[in-house]
Nanobody, 123 residues
Framework: QGQPVESGGGSVQDGGSLRLSCAAS????????INWYRQAPGKEREFVSGIEFDGTTNYAESVKGRFTISQDRTKNTVYLQMNSLRPEDTAMYYC?????????????????WGQGTQVTVSS
């Protein structure tokens, strides 16, 4: 309960595309905000993109214009569409439930990380 599950990673060529998914079983019930982060080997984890439950989005400068975050409340899933991928996008990508509209007493506990999904972009 509470931990989101990422999927959709893989290996692509420079300029390719991937769509990552972050599934959280209580996403719609709890009204979570969800952020995507990534961590490359030897580097700190960094923010990539986020979506508030009302649909407000934000992006790191490095991915603006290339990545698009979206939500499907019927599937309890947040997506990260990644286009024009570059070798520097290579990293493990994680999603995290950041905030819940419903309180803890309703069983909504944000702050959980998924296990990650690997994205590798080759030149």
């Amino acid at each position: 309960q509470g931990q989101p599950v990422e999927s959709g990673g893989g290996s692509v060529q420079d300029g390719g595309s991937l769509r990552l998914s972050c599934a959280a079983s209580e996403y719609t019930y709890c009204g979570y905000d969800i952020n995507w982060y990534r961590q490359a080997p030897g580097k700190e984890r960094e923010f990539v993109s986020g979506i508030e439950f009302d649909g407000t989005t934000n992006y790191a400068e490095s991915v603006k214009g290339r990545f698009t975050i979206s939500q499907d409340r019927t599937k309890n899933t947040v997506y990260l569409q990644m286009n024009s991928l570059r070798p520097e996008d290579t990293a493990m990508y994680y999603c995290k439930t950041e905030y819940a509209m419903r309180p803890v007493d309703d069983g909504c506990r944000p702050g959980y990380w998924g296990q990650g999904t690997q994205v590798t972009v080759s030149s």
